[in-house]
């Protein structure tokens, strides 16, 4: 049954596509101010359908799908309306009507890290990022704001996020970043950057300071953080350094237990397998072959927890 299942679903989605009203376009400049992706709802429905017939079928919970009907108040949020002044709010309908319940100790925030969190959560199999829900999923990567003329899209150009605080993007992804935070339970994983000279680790501003910590419900339990560094690279911040104080002492006022972890084995693991070459990857690895000295005594603080070993 399941093979004619995918073969309805697959029929659905064709006459949902040839049915889209977008414009065909390119987009004029890539590189600076891009302007609403081309065939976006080509891309919107065409996700939709795909999360609903092959995506994360056994790490998250479905969602009663209705592509066009989340297509129309996707766009209602924001076509016909300046792209600064495009409020949160405006995307309520839609962020309910594809809202769909988390898995308990599995949430993972990021950032500064979208590949390298993106690579820990393994597609929602090991930890489960916003991308990985069916509104992060629709909405990643792609470009929209609007404008009140016809087509109520700007295909030429969209403002940065930097240009007006209320730009379209920036309100969708403060409203999706609300919702998810307030459907975490139990443990709950963040994952930053140590190695970055322009940014700290942790930033009040960011999307993680201003929409999700503030909106974690008592459904959890703790706040489990990873700080990455880049191999080779000066480690700016460590665990209880920095900023990373200011992030303990915001998540222990909220009433969580608090934890940090600097580069445990599962994140270098996964730079070692991008640069192998890298000095610190070729030390743990004449480690292992016993060319190095074992270390001995008791694990200290910012070891890798058995879980991340």
Not at 191 to 202: C, E, F, I, R, V
């Amino acid at each position: 049954m399941y093979p004619l299942r995918k073969a309805v679903h697959l029929v659905e989605l064709l006459s949902v596509l040839a049915l889209c009203a977008c414009p065909v376009t390119s987009q004029y400049d890539p590189e600076s101010h891009r302007g609403t992706t081309g065939n976006i709802c080509h891309v919107f429905k065409g996700r939709c359908w795909d999360y609903e017939v092959t995506r994360y079928l056994t790490d998250l919970p479905r969602v009663e799908t209705n592509c066009g009907k989340l297509w129309k108040l996707f766009t209602k949020a924001f076509s016909y309306k300046s792209p600064c002044d495009v409020q949160l709010e405006n995307y309520q309908p839609f962020l309910e009507a594809a809202s769909q319940n988390l898995p308990e100790n599995k949430v993972l925030f990021w950032s500064g890290v979208f590949s390298l969190a993106h690579k820990l959560g393994n597609d929602g199999q090991e930890y489960v990022t916003l991308e990985d829900t069916l509104v992060g999923y629709l909405a990643n990567s792609i470009t929209w704001c609007g404008q009140s003329s016809e087509p109520g899209m700007n295909y030429t150009r969209c403002p940065s996020w930097d240009d007006c605080p209320l730009e379209a993007a920036e309100s969708f992804w403060a409203g999706a970043s609300t919702a998810f935070a307030r459907g975490a339970r139990g443990q709950v994983l963040l994952m930053l950057d140590g190695s970055n000279p322009a940014k700290p680790a942790y930033r009040r501003d960011s999307f993680f300071g201003k929409y999700e910590l503030p909106n974690l419900s008592q459904d959890v339990t703790s706040v489990y953080v990873i700080v990455s560094h880049v191999l080779d690279k000066p480690k700016l911040e460590l665990c209880g350094s920095g900023s990373l104080q200011s992030l303990e002492a915001d998540v222990i006022e909220r009433g969580f237990f608090y934890t940090c972890v600097d580069d445990p084995l599962a994140v270098r693991h996964l730079l070692c397998s991008q640069n192998p070459q890298s000095r610190e990857c070729q030390a743990i690895l004449r480690h292992r072959q016993g060319e190095l000295p074992t270390r001995d005594g008791p694990r200290v603080l910012n070891d890798a927890p058995d879980r991340f070993s």
